[in-house]
């Protein structure tokens, strides 16, 4: 009877933090101990976390491409979050530190381990700018997307410096963050079965810096076969900040900042290797002077076209438009879009807003994106520039009442643009299924702004910001529980339901059942869904703005298409 009360009083505990079971499942390295909990929205699932998909990637392997994981002998506790990656906040708490580089993990959230007929898996890959984030539910809780019956994954990756460090030698070629990518993808596809999930059906989606490592899956020769479907919100390869400049040399900027000057790559590797972490993270490595004395947050280290070196495996090369045009993978069904309010975090990260808009009133160059700055001449930059200013400002530019037509410029410049020009040039190939949206919901969960510090500005201006799309998605810490009876609800059960049916259908809208057909995205009827607090269709968004760009810069020598 003793031992009765003590079994009972421990399972009362262990469900007050809704933690039904114990579950274990076995892997290709051995037997994982999760837990069965309850869902508060309704349900239950099973939740197995801090999964390592590799070797922690210490001592020489920082900066290499991830090795496979070591097996286990006893069983392994999946209950706890590995460690994220080591990071520096650029959105929230810009500047704070904190994370390990023991930190290639994943994470697996089933409805069901032994499913009647194996579950679509949605694999997440989370944004931050290359320089922050993880795959823990601080942001990215599965309980609204695993009520539509399919098995959510998220991953940790390597992030700046210690992701992108490209020196152009074997060692070192560049890439590592993505390559841990396709290294969690791959153990997806060898695990996945024993979670209950279709190895052959895996969607591949992700937002920012998420977004663009989606759009450059589907065109790495790495990751060909691991996915069946990709979503690309709010960020795609073609975006400026997703392409690296000149990564060697930025390696030696790095280098210089920390005291090394020699020009030997090799020696340049081995200081690097040494060098604590706290040292390699945040340290601002120019490596020109006008970039030295622009007042944006850069991300320095991103994708780099890698050199080949014997046979090794390259994640990308080559020209970023031919690869749109010519490399996507074959049958890949693909959504992909933004949402109204994009730019405001770039008001919101890029520095003081008044001192901003005062460039911007001073400096025609202020408007010239970042890789025109490298190849025009000064007069045509301050041509360009002027007309960009002249387009989205009357004169003078007043400060600070015009942080809108500010944030209406960054939001083309850093995602809008790159994202339309990316869905054009596959709409051309005519060899994927693309659909297009624009996310315009409006409700309290929209909370992006005013947690990246705009809350006084915005006053009760409603707004659909960068990431606002995701508490649509996840459920989110700094978000309350939602009433599952409110409207907002809705919004919730339609996205959701939008996202799952393309995992498991190829298709957003298969039926009836959301009001609405979504079409494809096609080259002359350019249709779209309006996401917003009602489903419409469209066609050609921002039709005349985006016109507007394309016009000026094939003026200006850029190769679009």
Not at 148 to 155: A, F, N, S, W
Not at 218 to 244: H, T
Not at 295 to 303: A, G, N, Q, R
């Amino acid at each position: 009877m003793a031992l009765y009360i003590i079994k009972s009083l421990a399972l009362l505990s262990v469900l007050s933090v809704q933690t039904l079971a114990m579950v274990q499942v076995r892997v290709n390295e051995g037997v994982l101990e999760g837990e069965r909990v309850r869902n508060e929205y309704g349900g239950e699932y099973y939740s197995f976390k801090g999964i390592p998909y590799a070797q922690p990637p210490l001592g020489d392997l920082r900066f290499k491409a991830p090795q496979p994981p070591q097996p286990w002998k006893n069983v392994r506790s999946a209950k706890e979050f590995g460690p994220k990656c080591y990071q520096y906040d650029l959105f929230m708490e810009k500047g704070k530190r904190d994370g390990s580089e023991d930190c290639l993990y994943l994470n697996v959230y089933t409805p069901d381990i032994k499913p009647d007929k194996p579950l679509p898996v949605m694999f997440w890959i989370h944004g931050g700018g290359f320089v922050s984030g993880a795959g823990d539910d601080d942001e990215y809780g599965p309980k609204l997307l695993i009520r539509k019956d399919v098995i959510v994954v998220t991953i940790n990756y390597r992030l700046e410096v210690l992701g992108f460090l490209c020196l152009d030698t074997e060692d070192v070629p560049g890439n590592a963050g993505m390559k841990d990518q396709v290294a969690a993808l791959r153990w997806v596809n060898k695990n996945i079965a024993d979670f209950g999930g279709d190895p052959d059906n895996v969607i591949i989606f992700g937002e920012s810096a998420g977004g663009v490592s989606v759009s450059y899956q589907v065109i790495s020769p790495m990751s060909k076969g691991l996915f069946k479907r990709a979503i690309a919100q709010s960020g795609v390869s073609l975006c400026y900040w997703a392409q690296a400049y000149r990564p060697r040399e930025r390696a030696f900027a790095l280098g210089r900042k920390l005291g090394f000057y020699s020009d030997d790559v090799n020696e340049l590797y081995e200081f690097l290797k040494k060098q604590p972490v706290e040292s390699l993270i945040q340290a601002k490595a120019s490596i020109t002077y006008a970039e030295n004395q622009r007042t944006h947050e850069e991300v320095y280290f991103s994708v780099a076209d890698e050199k080949q070196f014997g046979n090794n495996e390259r994640f990308y090369y080559g020209d970023m438009v031919d690869a749109v045009s010519n490399n996507v993978h074959e049958g890949i069904e693909i959504m992909t879009g933004y949402t109204a309010d994009e730019g405001l975090m770039g008001v919101a990260i890029f520095g003081d807003i008044e001192r901003n808009l005062d460039q911007a009133r001073n400096f025609p160059q202020f408007f010239v994106s970042y890789p025109m700055s490298l190849n025009l001449p000064v007069n045509d930059q301050l041509e360009l520039g002027k007309r960009i200013r002249d387009y989205y400002f009357d004169n003078p530019i007043a400060i600070p009442d015009d942080w809108e037509k500010l944030g209406r410029y960054y939001g083309m410049d850093i995602f809008v643009f790159a994202t339309m020009r990316w869905i054009k040039i596959i709409a051309r190939t005519n060899k994927n299924k693309v659909y297009l949206y624009k996310f315009t919901v409006k409700t309290e969960l929209n909370k992006a702004a005013h947690m990246m510090g705009l809350a006084e500005v915005l006053g009760d201006k409603e707004v659909v910001a960068h990431s606002d799309d995701l508490g649509y998605l996840f459920n989110m810490k700094e978000l309350p529980l939602i009433d599952m009876n409110s409207t907002t609800f809705e919004h919730v059960e339609k996205v959701t339901q939008l996202w799952t049916n393309f995992a498991k259908h190829g298709n957003p809208t298969p039926d009836n059942s959301l009001g609405v057909e979504w079409t494809p995205y096609s080259s002359d009827k350019q249709d779209y869904l309006d996401i917003g607090n009602e489903l419409t269709t469209g066609n050609a968004p921002d039709e005349e703005e985006l016109q507007f760009w394309e016009n000026l810069l094939t003026e200006y020598g850029q190769k679009l298409y």
